[in-house]
């Protein structure tokens, strides 16, 4: 889940406002990740992809980053690599930038990077892998990319000259993470079910000793 009341969607003239903070000139795409094998794995294919694609700026957020820079992996100059971010400092990318990527290969179970993203109003392309586990109906929260380099810079260049198509799958992403992952929804539902559960449990309880 996501907390949704602490990620929002920018209005333009803050997007713009932090794009100037943040030292973004051009469109940015984003992806975050931990060091974990295959984040590692979808940051270098993003990395490839970057270099035909000079244009826009991307930026890959999060301690993937440290690894890279460890190994001392080349990449363009439209490549920013953070590493670690307070959270503060993460939603102000997620909040600046125009589209985000999760482009995995390899990996199990849902990543909780594509709620980050959803809650931030962000247009998301991604792999089917990196989709796993999210509802996409009618299309409305991600659109899908294959598992290349040349594929990844295609679906970038496509929804980036797609100002419909970007604001369709922001908003539809958004409204699907307050909706479905919102942990403020989550955490009442949870809450209530607990209590039901052990009121239930309580009461059985005192039968059994009348």
């Known amino acids: 889940g996501v907390f949704t009341s602490r990620v929002l969607p920018p209005e333009a003239a803050e997007k713009a406002k932090l794009k100037e903070k943040l030292d973004i000139s051009s469109q940015a795409v984003c992806f975050i990740g931990s060091e974990y094998d295959p984040n590692y794995e979808a940051a270098q294919l993003i990395l490839e992809g970057a270099e035909t694609l000079p244009r826009y700026q991307f930026v890959i957020l999060g301690v993937v980053g440290e690894r890279l820079k ?57 792999t089917d892998i990196g989709a796993r586990g999210i509802e996409n109906t009618n299309g409305r929260v991600y659109q ?67």
């Open 144 to 210: 899908l990319c294959g598992h290349d380099a040349a594929d990844i810079s295609e679906a970038v260049d496509g929804l980036l000259q797609n100002p419909e198509r970007l604001a369709f799958l922001g908003m539809g992403g958004r409204r699907e993470a307050e909706l479905r992952y919102s942990w403020e929804t989550i955490s009442r539902h949870l809450g209530e079910t607990v209590k039901r559960e052990y009121l239930r449990k309580k009461n059985r309880s005192s039968l059994c000793f009348i």
């Open 70 to 126: 460890r190994e001392k992996v080349s990449h363009s100059p439209n490549v920013r690599i953070t590493g670690f971010l307070k959270e503060d400092e993460k939603t102000d990318y997620l909040r600046a930038c125009d589209l985000a990527l999760n482009p995995m290969l390899s990996g199990s179970g849902t990543n909780i990077k594509m709620f980050d993203f959803m809650a931030a109003g962000l247009p998301i392309a991604a």
